[in-house]
Every structure is written in C-alpha cells, then in structure tokens.
C-alpha cells in the first residue's frame, strides 16, 4: 500500500509555514501543499478550526494525524526522519537551538501576525481578554483528547507548569470566565493540590503583597 501523503496547509508567506517548508526540505519529505490565504481569510472557517483549533498555519497531516504548532512539528519530524539532524547531538547545544527557536516563536513572531495586527488596528479594549480567551479554548479543545488528571494523562509535564500561571492570570487579570473552559477548569483545579504547585503559587511567594496572600 502506498505510503499517505503528507500534506501541508500553509500560505506562501506565513513565516510557521515557512520553517516547515524548509525542514520539509531538509528532511527530503515530498508533500502536497494546500494553501490557506491568510489575506482572505481562509483560516477562518469552522473546517480549518476542526484540524487546527487556533486557527492558525501551519498544520500538517502526517501518519494519520493532523499536527499544529510548527516547532513541536519539526520535533516529530526531526524523530521521525532523524537524518539529516535539526538539533545538534550535545544536550546543551540543544537546549540552546530550541532557545534561539523560541526568541522567534514566541519573542517575535505571535507579536506580528496577522490576526494580531487587525485585532490591535480594531481596538486595544479588550486584547488580552481575547487572546487569553482564543488560547484557552483552543487549549480545552487540544486538551478533551489529551487529559487525563493533569493536561496530559495523569503524569504532570511541563504543560501543567504552563497552565496554571495562564489560567490564574486569566482569572485575575483578564476577568476570563474559565468555567467555559471544562477540562482547562478540572485540570487547574487538580493541579492546585498539589503539594509543588502551592509552593509555587503567586499568592504565596515571600514578595506577594499581603493584600494578595493566602495561606
Ligand atoms: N506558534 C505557531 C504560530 C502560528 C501562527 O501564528 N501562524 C500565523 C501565520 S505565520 C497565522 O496563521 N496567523 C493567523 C492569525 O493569527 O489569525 C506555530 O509556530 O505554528
């Protein structure tokens, strides 16, 4: 039977895009591209978002599966067809590749795209409501598949180190109505038990205010 293709939604100048395209191209990885033009908004639409919950390029299906988010993309392509390497072999090395990667993927980048621009070009009011808000949703959705007690099965990983300073900011800062979110809520409130995330929490640090303190 022969191989399923790979298929690549993307748009010519979508920068997420683009660093697939070239480690598509590093790895010799023949695709079909299918293009999503972010000028007209052909993200957007409810089919794109059940592939992509953030409604955003790039998404590649490969083996079966529908994938988001290119540099865990380029991680599965870089275990999957380990030759010709992304990540240098010395652990440090690696743990400096990945920080150059993300003083673009998440220093620069979610700055100036698209959707970004015109929401700041529409108003200021409400942009962090509306980020916090689209990213949590997408999270739920992200996370009706992937949670078990904590975001991932029942083992806490680093995406639970992630969630909770979120969610609380989206409480406190954002007034989010989290309880929209129901597997980001049950999974925050596990979290909270437990005896390393009290220790860590905000409200609990030796410079938190004591007007914000708890016990
Ligand atoms: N961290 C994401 C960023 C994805 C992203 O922001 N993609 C842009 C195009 S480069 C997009 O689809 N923007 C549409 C929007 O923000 O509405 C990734 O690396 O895949």
Not at 131 to 158: F, H, I, K, P, W
Not at 174 to 194: A, G, H, M, W
Request: proline share 6%; glycine share 4%; with cysteine.
């Amino acid at each position: 039977m022969a191989a399923e293709k790979i298929i690549l939604y993307g748009f010519y100048k979508s920068s997420s895009s683009w660093r697939l395209r070239i480690a598509l191209a590093l790895k010799g990885l023949e695709h079909k591209k299918v293009s999503l033009s972010l000028v007209k908004g052909e993200h957007l639409t409810d089919e794109f978002k059940a592939l992509n919950p953030m409604r955003q390029l790039p998404t590649l299906f490969i083996d079966g599966m529908h994938l988001s988010q290119s540099i865990p993309i380029m991680e599965y392509l870089e275990e999957r067809n380990p030759s010709p390497p992304l990540l240098p072999r010395d652990k440090v090395a690696r743990a400096k590749v990945r920080a150059l990667s993300e003083v673009v993927n998440s220093g620069i980048q979610p700055y100036q795209t698209v959707g970004v621009i015109k929401k700041v070009q529409e108003t200021h009011k409400d942009w962090g409501h509306f980020y916090v808000s689209r990213g949590l949703e997408a999270l739920n959705s992200l996370m009706q598949e992937t949670a078990g007690r904590y975001s991932y099965g029942d083992q806490v990983t680093m995406a639970d180190a992630c969630l909770v300073p979120q969610v609380f900011s989206a409480l406190t800062r954002f007034s989010v109505d989290v309880t929209q979110y129901p597997v980001v809520s049950r999974v925050y409130e596990e979290l909270n038990k437990l005896p390393e995330f009290k220790v860590a929490d905000a409200r609990r640090q030796p410079d938190t205010p004591d007007a914000e303190r708890i016990d």
